[in-house]
């Protein structure tokens, strides 16, 4: 039986903010970053050809960022609202801006806060008896952009590398669909990853690859060097966090033509922490509406029933008694069907 999860931010939950606590929790970090034992060199530059401002600036430039990020988050339902607005008004830098920063933010959160223990939980109960000894009928798809499973899946491969570790989890994403994948899972992520992209050699390119435990000067440097890349060097790089609303490019770089052709087959979907929003009907439709052997769905969040109802307005031809609410959050659902 073939079984997809899709997982939203609910599923982070234990390390990162739901959108209510976004705005605080970029705050704690501005705080971080003005502390005196992080500040960069005023006289230290990045070497970066075309980026004339020093190290601070460049730290200074980021926090003043991250305070537009959470004035707006304040003015708008989410940050993929704000987001999607500014896409549809086409405002091209400001959106840039909005993806550079946010990714920061996401990356120092990840280094700051452990890893939401139900990842690592999770892992231990599919895994049967090796570390790539995935199920052959899973499938993942996520609209997070974090890095939560290549972050709990170290424990697993003792790599500290996100690289390495996306690698074992088949981890695909809008720029890199036609790599292979030698695993036995596929991990789509919908929305990309908070990473960047070389376009020159179409690879991600980490902000830090290294995953740490605590937050250093040296990595803090290494982090706001890769976002002055972005935004100031031009360098031919990119984001690799790419909404899955942007379909823009060439039809073989579509994530979600991908997503449905990874999960058509699928009889079981497992919904964690993921409240169906609006903006992303459409394509909730798209990829939902191709399952076409669904026979049933479990819904994992405190809100659960409200979901199933949600659900039902993306695909209403399932028996009632199909949708299944699950509110018991210890742990990442398991259904019987696994």
Known sequence: MKITYLFGAGASKHCLPIVNEIPERIERVISLLEKPEFQLSDRERFDIPKLDASKLKMQETLIDDLRWVVQNAKNHASIDT??????????????????????????????????????????????????????????????????????????????????????????????????????????????????????????????????LEELSKEALDAIIRNYALICFGGLGARMSLSFAWERIGAPENDIVEHAKHETADTEVLVVIGYSFPYFNRGIDREIIGNMKGLRKVYFQAPDADLLVERFQSIRDDLEPKMLVPRFDLEQFLLPNEM
Do not use: H
């Open 82 to 211: 704000f987001a999607k607005k500014l896409f549809l008004k086409e405002q091209e830098e400001e959106f840039m801006r909005l993806k550079a920063c946010f990714s920061v933010y996401l990356i120092i959160e990840q280094i700051i806060n452990k890893p939401d223990k139900r990842y690592d939980g999770f892992y231990a109960s599919i895994l049967e008896d090796e570390i790539i000894g995935f199920p052959k009928n899973l499938r993942l798809l996520s609209w997070n952009y974090d890095n939560q499973f290549e972050i709990s899946f170290s424990e697993y491969s003792g790599s500290k590398s996100l690289k390495t570790n996306g690698s074992y989890l088949g981890t695909t994403s809008k720029y890199t669909i036609n790599r292979l994948n030698n695993t036995k899972l596929s991990l789509i992520k919908l929305n990309g990853s908070a990473n960047l992209l070389l376009d020159e050699v179409r690879r991600n390119y980490y902000y830090l690859d290294e995953i």
